[in-house]
Every structure is written in structure tokens, then in C-alpha cells.
């Protein structure tokens, strides 16, 4: 069964950076879109961003500008540059691949200090 794994996560101050990558665990075929999305504490999981085969990106209001997704399609790898980030960041990021199949992580913790 694949497995994605997310790394990168972490504590950083308010206004700093971080880099999450997501690696699938063997070769899919198919992929079509690679994705990241946020579940903080109390609420529900919502969309961050995305990116589609051929390079189309996808962000919510609340990180465009700051948030820069990437995709290796070759790899099945996908990644999200935060930059300036806010207290109001701070979540457990999922990514999730998208093509014959739903395909998800468990998760890295993201926590972001004022």
C-alpha cells in the first residue's frame, strides 16, 4: 500500500520559514494533482493549496503570497515553501496526491509563535 510521509514541520517564530516536502513511498501512476492542506486544533481540515500536472497552481486567500507549491511528478514528490508565516499557520499539514486513487499523510506539525 503507498504511503506518503510529510517532513519539514516544525516551531518557528512569526515571520519566518519553512519547506514541507511530501514523498510517496513507491511510484504512482497517474498522478494528476498534488496537494496540501491544513487541520488545526477544533477545526476542520481545509485546503491550502495545490498544483495540477501541467503546472496550474491553486492557492486559498490566506496564504497567496506567501506560500509557494512545487511538484516533482517524476518523483510523485510535492513540497510547500511558506514563507512569512503567521500564528494563525499553525496546523498539522497533509499533503495528498490525487489520480487513480485518493492518496494521504499523516501529517507534520506546523507551529508558529507570535
Known amino acids: 500500500q503507498v504511503q506518503l510521509t510529510e517532513s519539514g514541520g516544525g516551531l518557528v517564530q512569526a515571520g519566518g520559514s519553512l519547506r514541507l516536502s511530501c514523498a510517496a513511498s513507491e511510484p504512482i501512476l497517474g498522478i494528476v494533482i498534488m496537494a496540501w492542506y491544513r487541520q488545526a486544533p477544533g477545526n476542520q481540515r481545509e485546503f491550502v493549496a495545490r498544483i495540477t500536472n501541467n503546472g496550474y497552481t491553486t492557492y486559498t486567500d490566506s496564504v497567496k503570497g506567501r506560500f509557494a507549491i512545487s511538484g516533482d511528478y517524476a518523483k510523485n514528490t510535492a513540497y510547500l515553501q511558506m514563507n512569512s508565516l503567521e500564528p494563525e499557520d499553525t496546523a498539522v499539514y497533509y499533503c495528498?496526491?490525487?489520480?487513480?486513487?485518493?492518496?494521504w499523510g499523516q501529517g507534520t506539525q506546523v507551529t508558529v509563535s507570535s
Open positions: 495528498s496526491l490525487v489520480g487513480p486513487d485518493v492518496y
